[in-house]
């Protein structure tokens, strides 16, 4: 093979490869903004979901005593901080991790959503538990009622 020849072998894999290059990087692009996408709505399913939910709690209180409405609405507020507490390390750590190189905020937030899903995960389970009690406390309750 002449020199010229391997030198134009090798523009034309150079140029092929950067074709695919631009394709790989349309792709990753195109990924991109469907996980954008599909954040946002999981945000905003969130929030419905939070918006529900809050009316359902709404009406479990409207014939509560003053008693539990006021000792609910503690808990309520001391939850919202922590809430609050959560999201402002979370944002602080974020800013934190846009310093690092792309592949390394990438790698860091999929560690952070786990994070969160884990931590998620135990406050469900925690829900579940005042699900569970609170069926076996309305049992009792409406026992008391029939006796």
Do not use: C, P
């Amino acid at each position: 093979m002449k020199l010229s020849e391997m030198f134009s072998s090798l523009a034309r894999n150079a140029q092929d490869f950067e074709k695919r290059l631009d394709e790989w990087q349309k792709d990753l692009s195109n990924r991109g903004d469907e996980l954008k996408a599909s954040a946002k709505q999981w945000y905003e399913s969130a929030e419905q979901r939070q918006k529900e939910l809050d009316a359902e709690i709404n009406t479990y209180f409207e014939d509560a005593s003053e008693q539990v409405k006021s000792q609910w609405n503690k808990a309520k507020a001391d939850w919202d901080v922590e809430v609050a507490k959560i999201r402002a390390k979370g944002e602080e750590m974020r800013q934190a991790a846009k310093d690092m190189h792309e592949e390394d905020v990438a790698d860091w937030s999929e560690a952070y959503a786990a994070n969160m899903v884990s931590y998620a995960q135990q406050v469900q389970e925690e829900a579940s538990k005042a699900v569970a009690a609170a069926a076996e406390a309305r049992a009792k309750a409406n026992e008391s009622k029939k006796a």
